[in-house]
């Protein structure tokens, strides 16, 4: 990421087996954390069920004092403002469609929209899910890439996301690999993430790290092969670690609160980034909100 660039903010997701889990987009993050819709991810191992639709809307304010130039820091001072909006409903019980729209320091920002297909096995007390994830990401304006306070590298890209998820009475555990194909000159990259939570009653939360690895790319203040004639052209790798906590205020209302930072990176900030948010859900008249019996 350029000195200045954000990606868009992630979201926890629902499932719909439980209360909680129901109202609970995929809130977060991030990447920076907002960090996906293409890192942390927009995408997730609950799918959501046939006519459940769910609407969540992210503040999220993110600030820096060094920035990885290449792999070295640098005394590099930056304050993040940015708003998404996340959506995300069930077509069928294997199919989901996601769509993500951020806009970062009021411009918007690389839009990003998922076609998600799951099936999962029944293991007595606990589900072992299987999720794949096909989308595309593309700029929604003519942002500059040229300038320290860059939002973004103009890429548009083709995504792709593999999810194994262990989900048992209260709590999940899920991994999660991916490829980003990005459209020369913006190098492509892998991406990586593990993350473990809690569900009951009306409360979930969340803790994950996330890893980015571009696939070659130019470093920022390069020298030689590595000086970059664009910033379109730097290779963005990072770990993130953080977490989510969400609440249920009403059967189809809950807020949300995250925040995350920066553990290393390449041509990104080392940064800290806390979120805040509202998940509103639609659900079929015919539906149950039921809450399972928990042990």
């Known amino acids: 990421m350029t000195p200045g660039e954000h990606q868009p903010n992630n979201f926890i997701s629902l499932s719909v ?3 909680v889990l129901q109202t609970l987009p995929l809130i977060l993050w991030i990447a920076l954390g907002l960090s996906e819709c293409l890192g942390q991810g ?3 191992g609950f799918m959501k069920g046939p006519g459940n639709t769910d609407l969540a809307l992210s503040l999220s304010q993110e600030f820096a004092q060094q920035y990885y130039a290449g792999p070295d820091l640098i005394d590099f001072s930056n304050t993040i403002n940015s708003i998404g909006l996340f959506a995300a409903t069930g077509i069928t019980r294997w199919m989901d ?3 993500n729209l951020p806009a970062v320091n009021f411009r918007p920002q690389d839009g990003a929209i998922f076609g998600k297909f799951g099936t999962s096995l029944n293991t007595g007390k606990s589900r072992i899910s299987f ?9 929604m304006s003519n942002y500059g890439t040229e300038s320290s306070r860059a939002i973004g590298q103009q890429a548009t890209s083709i995504l792709s996301r593999g999810i194994i998820q262990h989900t048992g009475n209260n709590y999940f555990v899920q991994a999660r690999g991916g490829y980003n194909y990005s459209f020369e000159p913006v190098p492509p990259g892998y991406i990586y993430s593990i993350k473990t939570g809690y569900f009951k009653n009306k409360f979930y939360g ?3 790290i996330d890893f980015q690895e571009a696939i070659g790319g130019k470093d920022y203040r390069g020298q030689g092969d590595l000086r970059p004639n664009s910033f379109r052209e730097l290779g963005v790798s990072y770990t993130r670690a953080g977490g989510v906590f969400y609440y249920q205020l009403k059967p189809r209302l809950g807020g949300f609160f995250g925040y995350a930072f920066t553990l290393a ?4 900030f080392r940064s800290t980034r806390v979120s805040t948010g509202l998940v509103v ?4 008249k015919s539906s149950q909100m039921k809450e399972e019996p928990s042990e």
């Open 281 to 284: 859900k639609f659900f079929p």
């Open 265 to 268: 990176g390449r041509n990104t």
């Open 97 to 99: 469609m996601v769509i």
């Open 42 to 44: 927009a995408v997730d």
């Open 131 to 139: 999720v794949g994830a096909v989308g595309f990401s593309t700029p």
């Open 206 to 208: 969340d803790i994950w």
């Open 17 to 19: 087996r439980h209360p």
